[in-house]
């Protein structure tokens, strides 16, 4: 009996020796997309994207070791039992086909994000899609007896991001006007990937709309009507006046219209008709000024010094929306403001013959005591005389 169980023993070690030893946990590097978000503009561009992958040394010994790589938008499957290769998803996107790697290290693949976008519509669907990268190594580890055991399969994912989705169009709040610059006010779209605004300011009297035929001729309507208001007449439709009297065009503070939010809700009402996709079509032509803010925030300023506008004068603006795929939205409706120049101190100092470029010395400071005593003698003698 004895031994009986010692020869069992030994055939149950022997047995235990023939198989590979257990191997250790082991991570393997996700692949990485480059850039990992995508939008309509690329799919027109056929952008190719390119993906790095990192094979890793098994902590077991192999004779073989594959990789395999390829995009879904389902989860990336496991290993099939003693599976060589894993099964790609109907919709999958093979970048690298199980294959024998030789060396150990990174490598890339590209795929371009046509290959991500509808087929049956291409880049003109819009969608929003996250794809998975499925990356896989497989080896056979080497048992002790230097046979070979079952297929072990490492898995790593990451996602890219192909999203032709346009942003909403966002509503001009109001407009308040800058000395040569107007400060624009706006409700953003609900959208949550919005990363930055292009702003468009054109002369009102110069406006044009260049997208869909319906789009540009109401907004011609509303050009015309903008126009009418710069020349200082009343806008014939909206919720508010646009313009006072006034003389447009020149420098001197006079101007044509308030550039408040009573303007602003004018125009828009002017041009709501030719409004598409929650917004309207964009303002085109020569004199359009374009400032690309690349911020968030609701509350703008343009355009910059390098481009001031001409106080006086009632402007035309729209804002647009982008987001984190690069896609841009609708314009706002039009609304309106004109620039107005600002009479700060040291303009108001030199309109008055002021010529003193500044700094301090002893006779300013008793020259300013003496001009501060008689203002206030004279005071004095008025509340006398009314006295």
């Known amino acids: 009996m004895f031994w009986t169980r010692s020869k069992a023993s030994a055939f149950a070690a022997l047995a235990m020796l023939a198989v590979a030893p257990a191997a250790a946990a082991q991570t393997l590097t996700p692949?990485?997309?480059?850039?990992?978000?995508?939008?309509?503009?690329?799919?027109?561009?056929?952008?190719?994207?390119?993906?790095s992958y990192t094979s890793a040394a098994p902590t077991q010994s192999a004779n073989t070791i594959k990789v395999q790589l390829f995009a879904t938008k389902e989860s990336c499957p496991g290993q099939e039992s003693n599976a060589s290769s894993i099964a790609v998803p109907s919709d999958g996107i093979v970048l690298v086909s199980p294959q024998v790697q030789n060396s150990i290290g990174t490598q890339t693949a590209t795929l371009h994000v046509t290959d991500l976008a509808d087929p049956g519509g291409g880049c003109d669907v819009a969608q929003s899609a996250t794809w998975n990268l499925c990356f896989y190594e497989l080896y056979q580890p080497i048992s002790t007896f230097g046979g070979t055991t079952d297929w072990v399969a490492l898995q790593s994912t990451s996602t890219l991001t192909y999203d032709s989705l346009p942003p909403n169009a966002p509503q001009?709040?109001?407009?308040?006007?800058?000395?040569?610059?107007?400060?624009?006010?706006?409700?953003?779209?609900?959208?949550?990937?919005?990363?930055?605004?292009?702003?468009?300011?054109?002369?009102?009297?110069?406006?044009?709309?260049?997208?869909?035929?319906?789009?540009?001729?109401?907004?011609?309507?509303?050009?015309?009507?903008?126009?009418?208001?710069?020349?200082?007449?009343?806008?014939?439709?909206?919720?508010?006046?646009?313009?006072?009297?006034?003389?447009?065009?020149?420098?001197?503070?006079?101007?044509?219209?308030?550039?408040?939010?009573?303007?602003?809700?004018?125009?828009?009402?002017?041009?709501?008709?030719?409004?598409?996709?929650?917004?309207?079509?964009?303002?085109?032509?020569?004199?359009?000024?374009?400032?690309?803010?690349?911020?968030?925030?609701?509350?703008?300023?343009?355009?910059?010094?390098?481009?001031?506008?001409?106080?006086?004068?009632?402007?035309?603006?729209?804002?647009?929306?982008?987001?984190?795929?690069?896609?841009?939205?609708?314009?706002?409706?039009?609304a309106l403001g004109t620039p107005q120049r600002i009479d700060d101190f040291w303009r108001l100092y030199t309109g008055a013959g002021g010529g003193d470029p500044g700094g301090c010395s002893q006779t300013d400071g008793i020259t300013l005591l003496a001009l501060l005593g008689a203002g206030l003698l004279v005071l004095r003698g008025r509340k006398k005389g009314s006295a």
């Open 31 to 51: 692949p990485v997309a480059t850039p990992s978000a995508f939008g309509a503009g690329d799919c027109r561009a056929d952008t190719p994207i390119n993906v």
């Open 172 to 334: 001009i709040a109001s407009i308040q006007p800058g000395d040569q610059q107007l400060h624009i006010d706006i409700d953003a779209p609900s959208d949550t990937d919005i990363t930055g605004y292009t702003v468009l300011i054109a002369p009102a009297a110069t406006v044009q709309f260049g997208t869909a035929a319906s789009s540009a001729s109401t907004g011609s309507s509303g050009a015309s009507t903008a126009a009418s208001s710069a020349s200082g007449s009343t806008a014939s439709s909206g919720s508010g006046s646009s313009g006072s009297s006034g003389s447009a065009g020149s420098d001197s503070g006079s101007t044509g219209a308030s550039g408040s939010s009573s303007s602003s809700s004018t125009a828009a009402s002017s041009s709501s008709g030719g409004s598409t996709g929650g917004g309207s079509a964009c303002m085109s032509g020569p004199d359009v000024i374009s400032v690309q803010v690349s911020s968030a925030a609701t509350s703008l300023t343009a355009p910059g010094a390098d481009q001031p506008l001409q106080n006086g004068v009632q402007y035309a603006v729209q804002v647009q929306a982008s987001d984190s795929a690069g896609n841009t939205g609708p314009c706002s409706v039009v």
